[in-house]
């Protein structure tokens, strides 16, 4: 009797210390006595102590309001509608939800307390076009602690969206000012318990036409001045539980997700190792941006798909609202989409952070934006402005989910603009791949791939400022980094400064700094002009650029993927660097050019209103570079007069350019070199100029009448890059395109250079052709397109062919030549690694011959494995000539075994037996099993002691399979 009072005097005093559980027990809308309805469940909880409360169902079926739904003012409330009858937890495509809301055009959960309230298992559609009606709305002046999770919004609890009107908004956050909201979880919060069922499916929200650029309503999600934000494992857009399907009429009209003036955010992945597999969103099929950020902060998006199905490869985009003829104007088709605001938006990451913490899983698939039919329309896969501290890695862009099929984003991969406003709008310390100072782990995780969009892979347009990166990324190739998965332009920085493509050459990891960028159809690098932002009739410029270290053509297995042009460079772009710059050269700076349709580098002048010769691209500096196999020139200096031409040529010495010449690069003129001598210690010797020729080609006439770095190269010849010597000198020569960088020269103040001695930077031959460029010293550092070399440079041997084949377990050499001039002999060298020679055969050599001439000999014990091979011609002067490396690959002998299976002795024969070695099955030597020889070509084993298992004999390359006998 007493315990029984005392709970009475709690209860009237409104004070509890115990849960509540409010149990609804009919689907009516309307109070009748003996039931309680949804109503009379909110509206006893908001009278009831500080719980925590539940709202449980005891009941199935679907609420039908008659009125808005009761604003929930207390807090610590879990609405639970998996306590219904026949419902079941499980995945968003597996679950059962038997209680169904349908709002019948009014507001649904409507929060207005502190907070602390868990909303589940429940299906809510249908609030109408009413700005104020939610499917799940939060505002309060401080609020705490919202979970939405296992739920769908604007789908019948079938999980289609049959028989369903649109809501205004899937869910709406409201703090009451910036900070006032905390901890909100709109799906799974990855706690590691049952993770995978949390969820939820948000789409089709309702289309304004009179309110299109207003992102707080017709959005999946809203959320403004909400800290600690996450937004995990949903399907938001797809209008079916299945993810892989959209319609117009059916998703959120507005965009997927809106946030604004929020701190601390995820979006997909926290990449804790907990479930994090289960936490990525499906972001795809809405009407406009499937993500659009303002004045964020602190953001991680990881781990989502957005533009394609939950399968990863169905093409559902973003931004198909304009696809609707009531659609005012069609904007908004982007991926995800930063919008300018008032205040930068700070510390983004959009990927991985290479931490090595499931890295892979923090990938975005960011794919399938189509163009539509406006000039406003930018269909980029990501698009940023006004953004600082801003990390983009490990995100396939443009691909499927296995980064290998076509999925493009109609305009760019990543779009990054500067917008409107001035120096307050840049986007600053901007990375986009792979940096050693960020990376935890390996390169490969922070890779993007970023391939298959209709413009460029990433464009840079209209900025200024500092640290801007573009590192390690394959654009253009598959995620193996082969394939043709091509975009128009690889990258475009288009009136932007101070961008880094490629390696810092800090000497950490320059390699991994390498982009491979391939199979664009224009050009793999394109530098080029804008509208400046703040004067429009004024184009911008590509300036104080640095591309280094990268594959511009050449894919990640070295096989031939070449682009349009590798590096376009037009509109007035001006001191940019193309491989190693001048200040601290590296050859870890240079770029590898090769395989392009047309020119490896193109430098012009034409404007965007195409006046040929104004607005001069001057001051391109193209150093250390290896070019080879492209279809144009290495280096096209385009003609003022023409613009970009893909047939343009040599442009021909004349002499008479200087420093103020009005044309591209200055219309620098190429060296000529007449000598070219490698001397006893393998140094190189070389002379020439750059100017028009005199009396003859070994003789300057008009010249520089300045200092230039002559940079010398390995010539590599395919027959495209043929012209005249020099004007006045018609004779067709083969320019060549620059190879292997071996050094590089000063001239004299006349642009002549004489017997100047100095050691390769790669192994040269006298029979190996050089060519070269001029360069222009700092601050005007022009390169010029690659000389020649003079027709009265005399070769001692002239070497038709050097061959090394497997023949019979030996190694025949073969070599002809077809003249020798003061040959002494040859010598045949072998080596395992390139680096180490051993002379395995001396050969007197025939002398002075104009005929040709054959060799031979036999290398009778040769090693296994890939060998390398070269040969070694000896003056009588003592001068050494090395030619090409040849090589082998010698595999060892078979051999036999038996019997298999064996009990006790095992036998081994075969030819050349020797180093024979058994392993158990994990790979692992075993030592203690003597081995005895009996002869050259027989051992034999006592495996009798072995457990029965499987074993492994090797020998050489060899490997064979023994079965110990059970």
Known sequence: MKKSLLFLLLVLSGFKTFATKFIVTTTSDLSSPGETTLRDAINSFNVAGTGPHEINFQVAGTIVLNSNLPTIKNTNLQINGYTAPGSSIGSINSRNITVAINLNGYNGFNIY?????????????????????????????????????????????????????????????????????????????????????EGNVITNTYYNPDRYEDYSVNCGIVAVYVNDLIIAGNYIGPTDKTGN???????????????????????????????????????????????????????????????????????????????????????????????????????????????????????????????????????????????????????????DITGTLPRGNANNGIGAYRGTGGQSMQISQLLIGYDDNVAGTSLEVMRNVISSNGENAIELLNMTGSTRKISGNFIGLNSSGIGNLGNRNGINIRGTGSVLVGTDGDGINDNLERNYICNNSSSGLLLNASNNIDDYNSPGRAINTKISGNNIGEDFQSQAAGNGYGVLVIHGSLNNIIGSDAGSPSTAKGNIIAHNVHSGVAIGNVTPDLVPGERVSIGNLVSRNSFYNNGGLPIDLLDRNKGVDVNDGILVNDGVNGPSFNNSNNALDYPIF???????????????????????????????????????????????????????????????????????????????????TFNPASAVTQTDRITGTASRQSPNRSTSEFGIMSKDIILPVTLIVFQAKVLDNKVALNWSTAQEFNSDYYEVERSSDIKSWKKVAYIKSIGNSNKINKYSCLDEFPISGLTYYRLKQVDWDGTVTYFKIQSVNMTSPDFQIYPNPAKGILNIEGPQLKNIQILNKNGVTISNIPIKQLNPTKAVLDISLLPNDIYIIIMGNQAKKILKDF
């Not at 010597?725 to 020569?733: I, K, L, Q």
């Open 674 to 756: 007449t000598k070219f001598v490698v001397n006893t210690n393998n140094s190189i010797t070389v002379s020439g100029y750059v100017g028009k020729g005199g009396a003859s080609e070994e003789i300057a006439g008009s010249t520089i009448n300045e200092v230039l770095n002559i940079e010398v190269y390995l010539e590599d010849d395919d027959g495209n890059q043929n012209g005249a010597v020099s004007v006045g000198f018609p004779r067709t020569a083969a320019h060549g395109e620059g190879k292997v960088f071996l050094g590089d020269v000063l001239t004299d103040n006349t642009g002549k250079f004489t017997d100047v």
């Open 245 to 399: 399907t959209v319609s117009i009429s059916n998703t959120n009209k507005n965009g997927g997700i809106f946030i604004r003036q929020c701190k601390r955010i995820t979006v997909g992945t926290n990449g804790n190792e907990v479930s994090d597999a289960f936490e990525g969103n499906v972001i795809s099929g809405n009407g406009r941006d499937g993500i659009k950020l303002m004045d964020v902060s602190e953001l991680v998006i990881a781990g989502n798909i957005v533009g394609l199905g939950s399968d990863g490869s169905t093409e559902l985009g973003n931004g198909i609202i304009n696809g609707l003829s009531t659609t005012i104007v069609k904007t908004g088709t982007n991926g995800i989409a930063f919008a300018l605001a008032s205040d930068l938006n700070l510390n983004i990451r959009i990927g991985t952070n290479g931490d090595g913490k499931s890295d892979v899983l923090e990938r975005n698939v960011i794919s399938a934006h189509k163009q539509n039919v406006t000039e406003n329309d930018f269909a980029d896969g990501l698009e940023i402005s006004k953004t600082q501290n801003i990390l983009i890695a490990g995100n396939y862009i443009g691909t």
């Open 113 to 197: 307390s502190e907070g602390g309230v868990t909303i589940s298992g429940l299906s809510i559609y249908n609030t109408g076009p009413i700005t104020s009606n939610i499917g799940i709305q939060a505002t309060y002046t401080f609020i705490a602690g919202i979970w939405i999770w296992g739920c769908y919004l604007g789908i019948k609890e079938t999980g289609a969206a049959d028989g369903t009107t649109n809501t205004n908004c899937g869910i709406k956050l409201i703090g009451g000012n910036p900070g006032s909201f905390f901890t909100a979880t709109i799906g799974t919060n990855g706690d590691g318990m049952q993770d995978a069922a």
